[in-house]
């Protein structure tokens, strides 16, 4: 962990031996009653954390002392389609660790139903995957998550007119069968993107119309066909160094 993170609830109590900070602070870092670690509340500031006391059950107490603000949220908002679970873990890690805006989950004409049915988004496994990128990145914000039935729905609800700066945002739609040009040649630009990333079997014909007729450029990363997982990476660093934000 490159910096613990707490809820604010949680400041005040105790942290259960069985925590995975607790567990990382007293056996990986091998902290004692005093040291400093760096620390954040989640949604809040960063700064350091004080190990004020360990309990003899093995729990600790813990104090923070926050006054830095975290990194600025990058804008770019990722839409994707349901994957397998273990996929989506990755993919919220990821776009957490990169400081993406925001993610948006739908379902897709081609994609695995049953996907939808995961329990990532209702167990807790989800807001940690989100958790543990922020986590790598010393972050303290996590991305806004939503769920879309499907495309459709996503479109019509235009999620990427919350940007902060309020700029017309770069539409795009990663399409690698009928593509009608190529990410490596889109020219570079201030205003913030929306990457729109399907299942590995594509889009859809309707869908394709569906991006089209709300204004998507729909773009080529290559002739590769790319895993969800890898293509969302992929596309989120490739709009990065386009959009100017890095």
């Known amino acids: 962990m490159n910096i613990i993170l ?8 105790s942290l259960s031996r069985r925590d995975e ?12 009653v005093g040291d400093e670690f760096e620390a954040g509340i989640i949604g809040g500031l960063r700064g350091t954390g004080r190990i004020i006391k360990i309990n003899f059950d093995g729990s600790i107490n813990v104090t923070v002392r926050a ?3 975290p990194p600025p949220r990058l804008q770019l908002r990722m839409a994707v389609s349901f994957v397998r679970p273990i996929q989506m873990r990755r993919i919220f890690r990821d ?4 400081g993406v805006f925001g993610i948006d989950l739908f379902g897709t004409d081609l994609g695995e139903k049953s996907y939808r049915d995961t329990k990532l988004l209702s167990d807790g496994g989800a807001q940690a995957a989100l958790i543990e990128g922020a986590v790598q990145a010393r972050d303290t914000l996590i991305p806004e998550l939503t ?22 945002p770069l539409l795009l739609a990663m399409d690698n069968v009928r593509a009608e040009g190529s990410f490596f040649h889109l020219p570079v630009t201030s205003r913030p993107a929306v990457i729109a990333v399907g299942p590995e079997r594509g889009w859809s014909d309707r869908e394709r119309n569906l991006f089209e ?31 100017n934000e890095v």
């Open 6 to 13: 707490f809820e604010e609830c949680e400041l005040g109590r």
């Open 21 to 32: 900070r607790t567990i990382h602070l007293l056996k990986v870092l091998h902290k004692k």
């Open 67 to 69: 006054t830095e603000p």
């Open 95 to 98: 776009l957490s660790n990169i």
């Open 147 to 168: 769920v879309y039935e499907n495309v459709d729905s996503w479109i019509k609800k235009i999620p990427w007119e919350k940007n902060e700066k309020k700029r017309v």
């Open 213 to 243: 007729q709300a204004g998507f450029l729909r773009l080529s990363m290559g002739e590769r066909a790319l895993r969800t997982e890898t293509a969302c990476v992929a596309a989120a660093a490739l709009a990065l160094e386009k959009i």
